[in-house]
């Protein structure tokens, strides 16, 4: 354990083969303000990763069993691994715990909800899950565990974030087996760099992790898209691209309780943002409830050149997981 890359405000944790696949991803990519750590009931897995911070659980348990792939074992693993995991997500700091987990498999599917329910214990301010779910070709088996895996961490985190990896495959169309995981992970790390960046980056008009605590607090389901837009009507353009991400299927964001709109623009570039492209903003925001609750700020971003680029954080669908999931995998 590194002890000393601890003292952010941000830890996202690693679970299972799928988990720590898509941490080491996120670390390789350096993403400001993290605390990293992995975990598995697999050495193996734990010596290849770059990740400083590593927890292998309860290796009494795994060893004393012929599998490791046992899925009362992975659940025994990281129960006796209790006293070893808590000081990771309750001693330094942390104020938002990301819990990462490819679901489907046996240690990220039955380990997390753990992770999470300990998490729950020690009070962290807020508990996220981002877990994805099984490709087609993984079979239902699979996709049938990853179900269960949902409504397992639904029980614990303040909320939770599912990624079809089958909805991918809309995306990149000519995607093979051999590089289908790559993407996932590459979504993954979107996903939390963007969610981060609302509490680290410098923002103009500011929003910070109370705010982001304000909307995702005890929000059960949530979703996080981005878009990108130049040239004119560039923030309807961005907010346009933003809704069209497959990850959007069957969530009607329109029905979120809450949201976070944050815009980013490069200050130095010719077109920096005009209080009148706001009027924009508000007509998208027409479309939702009167009863929503909505925050938005605008921050810097020098790599933009002349793009503006929207991150939306809506939260709190009536999803129903089991018929969107089974549904798209049938």
């Not at 700020?297 to 002349?306: C, F, P, S, V």
Request: aromatic fraction near 8%; hydrophobic fraction near 40%.
């Amino acid at each position: 354990m590194d002890k000393n890359q601890f003292g952010t405000i941000i830890t996202v944790m690693g679970v299972g083969g799928g988990g720590i696949n898509a941490v080491n991803h996120m670390y390789s990519q350096g993403i400001d303000g993290v605390t990293f750590v992995v975990s598995d009931t697999d050495k193996h897995q734990l010596d290849e990763s770059p990740v400083p911070n590593l927890l292998l659980l309860s290796a009494n348990t795994t060893h004393e069993q012929s599998s490791c792939y046992d899925v009362d074992v992975a659940r025994r693993a990281a129960v006796e691994s209790d006293s070893e995991i808590a000081p990771l997500i309750a001693d330094n700091n942390t104020k938002l715990l990301i819990i990462i987990a490819g679901l489907g498999g046996e240690t990220g599917t039955n380990v997390a909800p753990v992770v999470t329910r300990i998490a729950r214990e020690k009070e962290v301010a807020l508990t996220v899950g981002i877990v994805t779910t099984p490709f087609q070709f993984e079979g239902s088996e699979r996709i049938q565990m990853a179900l269960a895996g949902i409504e397992d961490m639904r029980k614990h985190v303040d909320s939770l974030f599912v990624i079809n990896n089958q909805y991918l495959t809309e995306i990149y169309n000519d995607l093979d087996q051999s590089n289908a995981f790559a993407k996932s992970d590459e979504t993954l790390t979107t996903a939390v760099r963007s969610l981060c960046d609302l509490i680290t980056v410098k923002n103009l008009i500011c929003i910070d992790f109370n705010d982001v605590n304000w909307t995702l607090r005890k929000s059960g389901s949530a979703m996080f898209i981005s878009g990108y837009a130049s040239g004119e009507r560039r923030v309807t353009k961005a907010i346009e691209n933003a809704l069209e991400s497959p990850l959007l299927k069957d969530c009607n964001i329109f029905s979120a309780k809450k949201m976070m709109m944050n815009f980013y623009y490069n200050p130095d570039s010719e077109s920096p943002l005009l209080m009148e492209e706001m009027n924009e903003v508000q007509a998208f925001m027409s479309n939702f409830d009167q009863d929503t609750d909505i925050i938005w700020g605008i921050a810097y971003d020098n790599t933009l050149e002349d793009q503006l680029k929207v991150t939306v954080l809506a939260s709190g669908f009536n999803v129903s997981y089991n018929s969107k999931i089974a549904g798209t995998n049938r």
